[in-house]
Every structure is written in structure tokens, then in C-alpha cells.
């Protein structure tokens, strides 16, 4: 049930990357338009003359800013429209039409509610008494405002109907009627009863979504600070679009008159701003949620390139460089953050901590500085210029971000060069051997090989051959696809693909590849519709699988204890169910003794007794944390049979403990192992769960 629901999430969150890849070109239309339209503008850098009211130009220039206005006025139905297209399995085309209608019906009998109930009179004014802000136009239709979560909630009910009925078969007499074409019909009559639910119990969770946005708001720059640390951490499981598009979007994010109208949040208010030319300094309170990722992204991740860069081996120096050059490029441009910090984040999480940190810390610097600098998609140079240079230092006190943001530099670098040489952490060009990962480089391509071909391909191969592979769809950097059978995927044949990490959960898996993978999920499905690959694929498909498997290296963790095997997400312990020390496995046990799970040395003895460190002859370090919460013990009812530097065998005592007596005085003893180093294999697979016995196979550990 759990995984369902994170798959869910997850296809929230790609399906919100539609919408939002339209925020950039509307924000360049309504910034470029604003800007030179503006009188100040014009009159302190002397452009009247060509670009006065009258001009050319300036009528050109209107024309872009009413374009782009457009687009963030409508935003509500370009959700609908983008979410039902994301979340939809088949014939997305029809579910986009569909949730067009759904979003006409559902607006449509709200309105006639309003005005039987006298809250909207005949002449369309806003009758005397009603709330202020509680009522907009949307599409043309005098509706409530709901603002984008009216979208989410058509585009979400949409597709859920879409992929419930687009095959239903209807009698012969009404076949017309059947399959995709049943979907717009079953979808225009659901909302009109959705669009009479959303009249009666909209307006208090209306006056709820205030309350959290006044509690968000009201907790200052600590609520400022959470919010980048949350952010940030959802960012490897591709569900930050999830979290923070609320705040943007709605009045969890804050609510503000502009121009007499009530804006409702963050980026809306900013952009509301922007195109009212009587705004004098804009709202930090409204850009908290993204004014500080201009520090980060085009100064911090920066700085940690260059300490990775540093910290490379000689010999390795001039291929990490060239990798960390283009991300760091990346992320100051576009403010695209995940192929440097997916750089360092498979092969060195103790970084990707400190980036959380430091990250979400930015946003709460930015908020104290009274920064003020929209931005589109991201936090990028060309965002930081057009609303941030181009309005001018006294609206958004951009200049601010320059010393921070040096700092930040400096920072990033000395904290990730020290922790990468204190820990000897394997960063790009410390690798203890040649980097595998590659198949074909940019020489491979121009001496004859069709990678517009081959590469998906063996990308489909990867993931167990065309039969298994359900829905593809991508974000900013990850394919991600929905598998029928997650135990066909062959990790090593995508690592061979160019993957830069691999992410499984229940039947999803996400491959990393950076801003190119558009192009790889567009060449993938294209491929998937033709018919079987030419002898050419088929033979690099067999070599390399051939390889793959004589390369392979596997190593075994077996049953430690007696008991209940698990998985690691039904721990009750958000560290541990949330793999947040690594990935493996757990026992309820049902004796209280423990064996090693590995050849190996013991590598430390906590001093509360509770939890053993060993390193594998394979060099997994695995970690047996015996009981949850256990270290409130200090150590007693613990009897530990090894120390620190000795050799054991799988099978060998490590501890014993009283179960009962532990039990009784009410510890939970699940007792996690966990492979420490995990983010250093191609995979980690659990073979079997329920009641073992100890030394039974458990873990298959692959590299």
C-alpha cells in the first residue's frame, strides 16, 4: 500500500513538470514585456525614443506582456489539461480534451450555484456580504477560486477516468459511444456533480488553506528554513514538484491585493507585481520560496564542482573535469541542479546531507536579505537577469545575493574538498578503477553507430524487453517507467547506457541520465512502436549482456537472526524505513541471539552496545542496529561476543540480548541491517522475506 502511494506521488510530480515547462516561456514573454514597457524603466536608461508609447516596439513589447499575463491568468486549466496528460496510460490526447470539458462543467455549475444562491446576482456583480477574494473568473466563468488546486483536482479525476474507461465496451447499439470516446462524456457528467461537491465544501477548505498559509507565514524564517530542507530532500525521489507547487501556486504560499485584485501564492503574487506598473519594491515574503535558490545553484554547487574537481586523481583529472565543467554550467544557467548533485549523491550521500543543509539554508538567508527575485522554472543566471537585473536593484536588491553567494562559493568548496579527502570519498576521478558506466561515447557515435537506434534498445532490453515496460515519462533529468515485472530489469546493461544512477520502488524505476533524457524517452518510445530491433541491436544486445553477466559480482548477507524478515519500509522508523542509512532488510526476531551475516572484520561496537559495524570481504559495510530506540538502554541486557579489528565467519556469535526482558520493557527489536555503502553497487536485491532461519540468503548484493 505504501509503495502504491509513492508511486502515485511520483507521477504527481512528473505530471506537474507539463504545466510548469510553460512557466519559462510565459515568464520570458511577461518579464521581457514588463520590463521596457515600464515608464521608469524607459525614462532611467533613456529609451523613450525608441521604446515611448508609440513606438514600434513598445507596441511589440505590449503584445509580448499581454501574451505572457495570459498564461499565469489561466494557469488553473493548464494544470487540468498537463496532469491528465502525465497521470493518463493511453491516448493521452483524448484525456487532455477530456479535462478541457470536466474543467468547463465543474466552473460552469458552480457558477449556477452562485447566482441561485444570490451570492452572484443576474448582472454579475459580486453580491454585498460575500467574502473578498472568494469569488474569480476563470475561462470566462465566474466561479470560486480555487485557483490551481481546481486544476489538479480535474486533471487528477480526469485521468483516473480516463484510465478506468478509454477500453470500456458499451452494447452495439451505443459502440459509437465506447472505449476513448466514452471518456469526455463519463468526465463532462462527473463534474457537474464534482463542480456542485466543490460549491458546498470548497469554501472551508478555502478558509483551512488560509490558516496554513497564515501558520507557513507566520513562523518567520524558520517556516522559510524548513521549507528549503524539505524541498531539497524530496529532491532524489523526484517528489519535490509535490511539496513545494502549493506554495506557488496557492494561498498556502501567502495572499496579497495587487491592483485590487487577491493574488494567492508566491509566484503569482511576484509575477502580479511584475506586470502592475505601480509596484515600487516587490514582496521578499512572496519570493522566500525561491529568491534563495539563486544562491545556491549559480554560486554554491559551483564551488563544490571545483572541490571535486581538485580533489580528482591526477590522472583522472581531465575526464571529471570535463563532467563537473557541464554541470556546474548547468546549474548556473537553467538552475538544473540534479546532474551535479546526482554526481555526487550516488557515490558520496554524506554530500548530499550538507547540500540539503546548506541549500535549504539559502532560502531562509535570501528571505532575511529581503531578496525579492522571481524566477520561472529555476534559479539560473538567465531567470536572475531578467527578473532580477533587468527590474532592477531598489525593486528586488539582487546586488545582495553577489557577497552571499561568494561566501556560499567559498563555503561549498572548503567544506566538500575537506570532507571528500577526510573521508576518501570515491567523487568523480577518484575511483579506485576505470568508470564503467559508459557505453558509447560521442567517438563511438560519429564513426557509424545508430544511437538514435541502439541506445533505446538496450535501454528497453534493461528493463526486461518491450513486454515489460507499462508507462514512460521523464522529468528534468530521470526516465522513469512503470514495469510490469521489476525483477526482469538487468541493472548492469543500463548502467551501460549511460545511467548515472538507478532508483527502484515496487514495479517504478527511474534512471538518471541529465537534461538529455527528453530526448532518450522520445527515442525509447518511438522505439517501443516498431517491430523487433535489426540483427545489428540484437548482437550488441547479446555481447553486452554476455559481458555484463562475466563481470557481474554478487556477494550474499544472510539471516543474522532467527525470525520475521522484512523489508526496510515497513520498519517503524522513518531512518531506516526511509533508506536514509542505506538499503537491506530487517527481522522481528524470535530468539535474542545474533551471527555474523557476512565474512568479514568488525569494523566498530557502538558503546551503548546496541548496534555492530562490520565490514564484508566484499568491502559492504553493513550495519546490524539490534531493536529501535534501543540506545536508551546504554547497553544494558546487550552481551556483545566481538570487538572492534577482530575477523569473523558468517555464522559466527556476535551477540546475544534478552529478548523478552526487552520486549516487556517495551522496545520495539526489529532489528534493521543495512548495507551502509549501498549507493557504491549497480543493485541490491532482496530475495525472500517472511520466517527464516539464521544463515539463510537474504541480501544479493551486486557489482
Same mark, same amino acid.
Given at each position: 500500500?505504501?509503495?502504491?502511494?509513492?508511486?502515485?506521488?511520483?507521477?504527481?510530480?512528473?505530471?506537474?513538470? /507539463?504545466?510548469?515547462?510553460?512557466?519559462?516561456?510565459?515568464?520570458?514573454?511577461?518579464?521581457?514585456?514588463?520590463?521596457?514597457?515600464?515608464?521608469?524603466?524607459?525614462?532611467?536608461?533613456?529609451?523613450?525614443?525608441?521604446?515611448?508609447?508609440?513606438?514600434?516596439?513598445?507596441?511589440?513589447?505590449?503584445?509580448?506582456?499581454?501574451?505572457?499575463?495570459?498564461?499565469?491568468?489561466?494557469?488553473?486549466?493548464?494544470?487540468?489539461?498537463?496532469?491528465?496528460?502525465?497521470?493518463?496510460?493511453?491516448?493521452?490526447?483524448?484525456?487532455?480534451?477530456?479535462?478541457?470539458?470536466?474543467?468547463?462543467?465543474?466552473?460552469?455549475?458552480?457558477?449556477?450555484? /452562485?447566482?441561485?444562491?444570490?451570492?452572484?446576482?443576474?448582472?454579475?456583480?459580486?453580491?454585498?456580504?460575500?467574502?473578498?477574494?472568494?469569488?474569480?473568473?476563470?475561462?470566462?466563468?465566474?466561479? /470560486?477560486?480555487?485557483?490551481?488546486?481546481?486544476?489538479?483536482?480535474?486533471?487528477?479525476?480526469?485521468?483516473?477516468?480516463?484510465?478506468?474507461?478509454?477500453?470500456?465496451?458499451?452494447?452495439?447499439?451505443?459502440?459509437?459511444?465506447?472505449?476513448?470516446?466514452?471518456?469526455?462524456?463519463?468526465?463532462?457528467?462527473?463534474?457537474?456533480?464534482?463542480?456542485?461537491?466543490?460549491?458546498?465544501?470548497?469554501?472551508?477548505?478555502?478558509?483551512?488553506?488560509?490558516?496554513?498559509?497564515?501558520?507557513?507565514?507566520?513562523?518567520?524564517?524558520?517556516?522559510?528554513?524548513?521549507?528549503?530542507?524539505?524541498?531539497?530532500?524530496?529532491?532524489?525521489?523526484?517528489?519535490?514538484?509535490?511539496?513545494?507547487?502549493?506554495?506557488?501556486?496557492?494561498?498556502?504560499?501567502?495572499?496579497?491585493?495587487?491592483?485590487?485584485?487577491?493574488?494567492?501564492?508566491?509566484?503569482?503574487?511576484?509575477?502580479?507585481?511584475?506586470?502592475?506598473?505601480?509596484?515600487?519594491?516587490?514582496?521578499?515574503?512572496?519570493?522566500?520560496?525561491?529568491?534563495?535558490?539563486?544562491?545556491?545553484?549559480?554560486?554554491?554547487?559551483?564551488?563544490?564542482?571545483?572541490?571535486?574537481?581538485?580533489?580528482?586523481?591526477?590522472?583522472?583529472?581531465?575526464?571529471?573535469?570535463?563532467?563537473?565543467?557541464?554541470?556546474?554550467?548547468?546549474?548556473?544557467?537553467?538552475?538544473?541542479?540534479?546532474?551535479?548533485?546526482?554526481?555526487?549523491?550516488?557515490?558520496?550521500?554524506?554530500?548530499?546531507?550538507?547540500?540539503?543543509?546548506?541549500?535549504?539554508?539559502?532560502?531562509?538567508?535570501?528571505?532575511?536579505?529581503?531578496?525579492?527575485?522571481?524566477?520561472?522554472?529555476?534559479?539560473?543566471?538567465?531567470?536572475?537577469?531578467?527578473?532580477?537585473?533587468?527590474?532592477?536593484?531598489?525593486?528586488?536588491?539582487?546586488?545582495?545575493?553577489?557577497?552571499?553567494?561568494?561566501?556560499?562559493?567559498?563555503?561549498?568548496?572548503?567544506?566538500?574538498?575537506?570532507?571528500?579527502?577526510?573521508?576518501?570519498?570515491?567523487?568523480?576521478?577518484?575511483?579506485?578503477?576505470?568508470?564503467?558506466?559508459?557505453?558509447?561515447?560521442?567517438?563511438?557515435?560519429?564513426?557509424?553507430?545508430?544511437?538514435?537506434?541502439?541506445?533505446?534498445?538496450?535501454?528497453?532490453?534493461?528493463?526486461?524487453?518491450?513486454?515489460?515496460?507499462?508507462?514512460?515519462?521523464?522529468?528534468?533529468?530521470?526516465?522513469?517507467?512503470?514495469?510490469?515485472?521489476?525483477?526482469?530489469?538487468?541493472?548492469?546493461?543500463?548502467?551501460?547506457?549511460?545511467?548515472?544512477?538507478?532508483?527502484?520502488?515496487?514495479?517504478?524505476?527511474?534512471?538518471?541520465?541529465?537534461?538529455?533524457?527528453?530526448?532518450?524517452?522520445?527515442?525509447?518510445?518511438?522505439?517501443?512502436?516498431?517491430?523487433?530491433?535489426?540483427?545489428?541491436?540484437?548482437?550488441?544486445?547479446?555481447?553486452?549482456?554476455?559481458?555484463?553477466?562475466?563481470?557481474?559480482?554478487?556477494?550474499?548477507?544472510?539471516?543474522?537472526?532467527?525470525?520475521?524478515?522484512?523489508?526496510?519500509?515497513?520498519?517503524?522508523?522513518?531512518?531506516?524505513?526511509?533508506?536514509?542509512?542505506?538499503?537491506?532488510?530487517?527481522?522481528?526476531?524470535?530468539?535474542?541471539?545474533?551471527?555474523?551475516?557476512?565474512?568479514?572484520?568488525?569494523?566498530?561496537?557502538?558503546?551503548?552496545?546496541?548496534?555492530?559495524?562490520?565490514?564484508?570481504?566484499?568491502?559492504?559495510?553493513?550495519?546490524?542496529?539490534?531493536?529501535?530506540?534501543?540506545?536508551? /538502554?546504554?547497553?544494558?541486557?546487550?552481551?556483545?561476543?566481538?570487538?572492534?579489528?577482530?575477523?569473523?565467519?558468517?555464522?559466527?556469535?556476535?551477540?546475544?540480548?534478552?529478548?523478552?526482558?526487552?520486549?516487556?520493557?517495551?522496545?520495539?527489536?526489529?532489528?534493521?541491517?543495512?548495507?551502509?555503502?549501498?549507493?557504491?553497487?549497480?543493485?541490491?536485491?532482496?530475495?525472500?522475506?517472511?520466517?527464516?532461519?539464521?544463515?539463510?540468503?537474504?541480501?544479493?548484493?551486486?557489482?
Amino acid at each position: 500500500m505504501k509503495n502504491r502511494y509513492f508511486d502515485v506521488l511520483q507521477r504527481m510530480g512528473r505530471s506537474f513538470m /507539463l504545466p510548469l515547462a510553460v512557466l519559462p516561456a510565459a515568464g520570458l514573454l511577461l518579464g521581457l514585456g514588463s520590463s521596457f514597457t515600464n515608464e521608469t524603466i524607459i525614462e532611467a536608461y533613456g529609451l523613450s525614443a525608441i521604446l515611448g508609447k508609440g513606438t514600434v516596439l513598445y507596441g511589440l513589447l505590449t503584445v509580448m506582456q499581454k501574451s505572457g499575463k495570459v498564461l499565469f491568468d489561466n494557469l488553473p486549466i493548464i494544470f487540468a489539461v498537463g496532469i491528465a496528460i502525465g497521470m493518463a496510460k493511453r491516448e493521452k490526447e483524448v484525456a487532455a480534451l477530456a479535462a478541457v470539458i470536466a474543467y468547463f462543467s465543474m466552473n460552469a455549475s458552480i457558477n449556477a450555484l /452562485l447566482v441561485i444562491t444570490g451570492k452572484v446576482l443576474e448582472n454579475g456583480t459580486v453580491a454585498n456580504g460575500v467574502l473578498a477574494g472568494t469569488i474569480t473568473t476563470s475561462v470566462g466563468i465566474q466561479t /470560486l477560486q480555487m485557483g490551481v488546486f481546481g486544476g489538479i483536482i480535474t486533471g487528477m479525476g480526469v485521468a483516473a477516468l480516463h484510465n478506468r474507461f478509454h477500453r470500456i465496451e458499451v452494447p452495439n447499439a451505443l459502440s459509437f459511444f465506447g472505449g476513448s470516446r466514452f471518456v469526455p462524456i463519463i468526465s463532462a457528467l462527473v463534474y457537474v456533480f464534482v463542480g456542485i461537491l466543490m460549491f458546498f465544501i470548497w469554501p472551508p477548505i478555502q478558509s483551512g488553506i488560509y490558516s496554513l498559509g497564515g501558520l507557513v507565514t507566520g513562523t518567520g524564517y524558520l517556516g522559510t528554513l524548513i521549507f528549503g530542507l524539505v524541498k531539497r530532500v524530496l529532491v532524489p525521489f523526484g517528489l519535490h514538484h509535490v511539496f513545494y507547487i502549493p506554495f506557488w501556486q496557492t494561498a498556502v504560499g501567502g495572499t496579497m491585493e495587487v491592483s485590487g485584485d487577491l493574488i494567492m501564492g508566491g509566484q503569482n503574487i511576484f509575477f502580479a507585481q511584475l506586470a502592475d506598473p505601480q509596484t515600487v519594491q516587490f514582496s521578499a515574503q512572496a519570493c522566500r520560496y525561491f529568491s534563495g535558490e539563486f544562491i545556491f545553484m549559480i554560486f554554491g554547487l559551483p564551488g563544490a564542482a571545483l572541490a571535486m574537481y581538485h580533489c580528482a586523481k591526477p590522472e583522472k583529472k581531465k575526464l571529471a573535469g570535463g563532467l563537473l565543467l557541464s554541470a556546474a554550467l548547468t546549474s548556473m544557467a537553467t538552475g538544473i541542479t540534479e546532474p551535479i548533485e546526482f554526481t555526487f549523491l550516488f557515490v558520496a550521500p554524506m554530500l548530499f546531507g550538507v547540500q540539503v543543509v546548506l541549500a535549504g539554508a539559502a532560502y531562509m538567508f535570501a528571505h532575511i536579505l529581503n531578496i525579492a527575485v522571481g524566477l520561472t522554472f529555476s534559479g539560473g543566471l538567465v531567470d536572475l537577469f531578467l527578473f532580477g537585473i533587468l527590474q532592477g536593484n531598489d525593486k528586488t536588491n539582487w546586488m545582495r545575493l553577489i557577497p552571499i553567494g561568494i561566501l556560499y562559493f567559498a563555503v561549498y568548496y572548503f567544506v566538500f574538498k575537506f570532507l571528500i579527502l577526510k573521508f576518501d570519498l570515491k567523487t568523480p576521478g577518484r575511483e579506485d578503477e576505470e568508470d564503467e558506466s559508459r557505453l558509447y561515447t560521442k567517438e563511438d557515435y560519429n564513426q557509424g553507430r545508430d544511437a538514435a537506434l541502439q541506445l533505446p534498445a538496450l535501454i528497453a532490453a534493461g528493463l526486461g524487453g518491450k513486454k515489460n515496460i507499462g508507462d514512460i515519462d521523464c522529468c528534468a533529468t530521470r526516465l522513469r517507467c512503470g514495469l510490469s515485472d521489476i525483477g526482469l530489469v538487468d541493472d548492469k546493461i543500463l548502467q551501460r547506457t549511460g545511467s548515472r544512477g538507478i532508483l527502484k520502488r515496487a514495479n517504478s524505476i527511474q534512471i538518471i541520465y541529465g537534461p538529455q533524457v527528453t530526448i532518450i524517452k522520445s527515442q525509447l518510445e518511438e522505439y517501443l512502436k516498431r517491430g523487433k530491433e535489426d540483427r545489428k541491436t540484437r548482437k550488441i544486445i547479446e555481447e553486452i549482456g554476455q559481458k555484463a553477466e562475466e563481470e557481474s559480482q554478487v556477494e550474499i548477507v544472510y539471516a543474522p537472526i532467527k525470525g520475521k524478515i522484512i523489508e526496510l519500509e515497513q520498519v517503524p522508523d522513518e531512518v531506516f524505513s526511509g533508506g536514509m542509512l542505506g538499503e537491506g532488510f530487517a527481522v522481528i526476531p524470535e530468539e535474542g541471539a545474533v551471527f555474523s551475516p557476512v565474512d568479514g572484520i568488525i569494523s566498530a561496537v557502538f558503546h551503548t552496545k546496541h548496534a555492530i559495524a562490520m565490514t564484508s570481504t566484499g568491502n559492504a559495510e553493513v550495519l546490524i542496529h539490534m531493536g529501535l530506540n534501543t540506545v536508551k /538502554l546504554g547497553g544494558k541486557g546487550f552481551d556483545i561476543k566481538v570487538e572492534p579489528g577482530q575477523k569473523v565467519k558468517t555464522g559466527d556469535l556476535l551477540a546475544q540480548f534478552d529478548l523478552e526482558d526487552m520486549k516487556s520493557a517495551g522496545f520495539d527489536m526489529t532489528t534493521p541491517v543495512v548495507i551502509s555503502n549501498s549507493s557504491e553497487y549497480i543493485s541490491i536485491t532482496l530475495e525472500q522475506t517472511g520466517e527464516q532461519e539464521v544463515g539463510t540468503d537474504i541480501l544479493m548484493i551486486n557489482w
